[in-house]
Structure formats: C-alpha cells, structure tokens
C-alpha cells in the first residue's frame, strides 16, 4: 500500500499569510503512460464530509478559490494557501488514487495564529 | 445536482453486525463506482472498499477481508455496506463517496456507528 506522510501535523498562521503543506507518498503517483499525478488535497471542516479542492496535483476543483493551489511530482507535493482566510481553519488531507488501495495522509490541522 | 443521502446513526452492540446505506440522485448510477471510506473520532480517513456499480465488481482493504460487504441495488440507485463482527475500534463516521475520474466526489454526509456495550 502507498503511505502518505504529511508535514507538518498541525500549522498556525497570520491572517493574510501563506500556508504551506507538505504530503509525500512512499512511492511514485506520477503516470508515465499519461504523465498524470494521481494525488488530490481535501478541506474538512468539523462536522462535514471532505471537501474536494485539487486533484491531479494541480489542478483547482470548480469553485475553489484561486488562493488554493498545489503543486509537485512523482513523491513530493505542496498544497499552498497564499493569502490565509478565517474561513480556511480545517483539516487538509492529501490523497493518492494512483492505486488500489487509495490511501490519505494523516491530516494537517491549520489554525490562524 | 449530484447527491449521496445516508443512513442514520446506529448504535451496536460488540459482535453484532451494521449495515449503511447511500442512496444517489442526479447522474446515471451505473456510470460511476461509489466508494466507503471511514473515520474514527479525531483520526484520519481509512478507505474500506468500492464497488463497480455497472458491472458488480468489488475491491475491499485487506484489513476488512470478510467483515465487509458492499452490495448495490440498481433500480434503487443505492449503495449498502455491512460491517460484521463489531467491535469498539469500529466507532468511526462512515462516508460513501463517489467517483468521479477517480478523485472522490462528492461525499455523503457521514453515518455515525457507535459500538459500545
């Protein structure tokens, strides 16, 4: 099974300020025959489901603001927060469908500072 | 517009068995498979199983290999999964999702199982 690692395990930032998020999976998520990274980000919010933001890596969900964007290949990714709203304090999760069985990392609970 | 309505909350006994349902509106059912994904209080989401809603096929996490089973009923665009031999550790939210290109999207809104004796 891939494992997904996460860093850090919990982040406090500034009103305004950029957040960053790391997620790195134990093996490759990158594609060759598509050259395609099976990684996705998630929001969750206590008390809701997971909340769809970016998926190939980099690519926004409809209606996710422009202030989300991920980045990254094979191993390593970034989801980075760059001007940081009250509205964004949840928990992010990064996921690999790469393969079966798809798998999360452990979460990053981020807080306003 | 898309939408996956489960369940309510059930409360078991150690041993005994649970069965979740999802039920799907607004996409064609057979075009896209729906996955169970759990999570225990405070921690991370543990993906269980899926299943193919058009041709029946399944693929369970090895851990759950025998306790679980997901079954689909097509004339009623609904999504079951069983639990068996219950225990404490399976106190969690369980989510069904679906899959649209692989990604999960969207979620229902979480079955609250409680095992306590």
């Known amino acids: 099974d891939i494992v997904m690692t996460q860093s850090p395990d919990s982040l406090a930032v500034s009103l305004g300020e950029r957040a960053t998020i790391n997620c790195k999976s134990s093996q490759s998520v990158l594609y060759s025959f598509n050259n395609k990274n099976y990684l996705a980000w998630y929001q969750q919010k206590p008390g809701q489901p997971p909340k769809l933001l970016i998926y190939?890596?980099?690519t926004r969900e409809s209606g996710v603001p422009d202030r989300f964007s991920g980045s990254g290949s094979g191993t390593d990714f970034t989801l980075t927060i760059s001007s940081l709203q009250a509205e964004d304090v949840a928990v992010y999760y990064c996921?690999?469908?790469?393969?079966?069985?798809?798998?999360f990392g452990q979460g990053t609970r981020l807080e306003i500072k | 517009q898309v939408q996956l309505e489960q369940s309510g909350a059930e409360e078991k006994k150690p041993g005994a068995s649970v069965k979740v349902s999802c039920k799907t509106s607004g996409y064609t059912f057979t075009d896209h498979a729906i996955h169970w994904v759990r999570q225990a209080p405070g921690q991370s989401l543990e993906w269980m199983g899926r299943i193919n809603t058009g041709t029946g096929n399944r693929d369970y996490l090895q851990k759950f290999q025998g306790r679980v089973t997901i079954t689909s009923d097509t004339s009623a665009r609904t999504v079951y999964m069983e639990l068996s031999s219950l225990r404490s550790e399976d106190t969690a939210v369980y989510y069904c999702?679906?899959?649209?290109?692989?990604?999960?999207?969207?979620w229902g809104l979480g079955t609250l199982v409680t095992v306590s004796s």
């Open positions: 996921h690999q469908y790469y393969s079966i069985p798809v798998t």
């Open positions: 190939w890596a980099s």
């Open positions: 999702a679906r899959d649209r290109g692989q990604q999960l999207l969207p």
